[in-house]
């Protein structure tokens, strides 16, 4: 394989993007999150602690009242007016932390769309490819960062808490106002430090992600030359030279219709031809078609002997999730596995009978 040492032309970049591949932190979204809850606290604590004081008071006095208190009316009123009062006491935190959230992506993403990312794709669902995310460099990297990420945090934190550990004796018989006063400004004190040291690491993994992005667009030589002659190319010719693969790769799948297992159909729309070998962890599809490409499909299948199964829902979910060499995916092995089944069952009764 040759070295991908060369920089990603725009075509490349712009693929990338339209793919939903951009460099984007998520330490960054966190962090700018906890600060933007942290600030929208501190602004409205004072009103948030009064809120709920006065719905304290209101639920005492309301409880005082043994008529009340025990009625469906008067409990039900009460709960009402209760989560009423925590909504309101969260909303402003909330509303502040989905906005920084949403500010946060878009600066590091932009406001351009990329419904390529949305469509499903069964090659996510590898276990394979999990298992060397999860053990593989990457692994490894986002490891390293996440006991960096504690560490740091967790140095800061004990540095400002240790120091005030003897002062906290001193708050023994302290008016309840005047403790809860400084242990929450305690608490948010600590929290804001830890914040902003959480941001550092944001900022410091965005450089990160960003070459991460950029050795991964990388290409080699031949594909930069490749990619200026298609542009050098008129459109007539790449068009025609883009019909001719096809073409091709039409006619490399009819091929691979004879080595199929089963083919599955609409009846008359649809047409999946599968294939299922040892050492697989599921069949993989070999052909596919609408229309008149089914309808070559089954041709060849009746030709060959392969054995045509009728299953509208299942050919229709094949057909539109999954593309021609890449295995089933996992939520239709129950479908997949029943139709074979079926085959293998029908395969040897007519052997026997021979």
Partial sequence: MA?????ATPKRREEARAKGQVARSMDLNGAVVLLAGLFAMSAAGAAIVDRMGSFMRWALTAAANPNDAVSD??????LLIGLQQVG???APIAAAAMIAGIVVNLAQTGVRPTPKALKPDPRRLNPISGIKNIFGLNGIVEAIKSIVKVSVVGAIVAQMLVPKLRSFGAMVGMEPVQLGSDLASNAFAVAKRAAIAYLLIGIADV?????????SLRMDH???KDESKQQQLPAEVRGAIRRRQQAASRARMMEAVPTADVVITNPTHYAVALKYESGHAAPVVVAKGADIIAARIREI????HVPLVPDPPLARSLHRSVEVGQQIPEDLFGAVAQVLAYVYRMAGRRGVGV
């Fill in 73 to 78: 009316k008067g409990a039900g009123h009460a």
């Fill in 88 to 90: 309101l006491c969260v």
């Fill in 3 to 7: 070295d991908k040492t060369e920089k």
């Fill in 301 to 304: 299948a009746r030709e060959n």
């Fill in 207 to 215: 450089f990160y992600q960003r070459y991460r992005h950029e050795k």
């Fill in 222 to 224: 031949q594909e930069i």
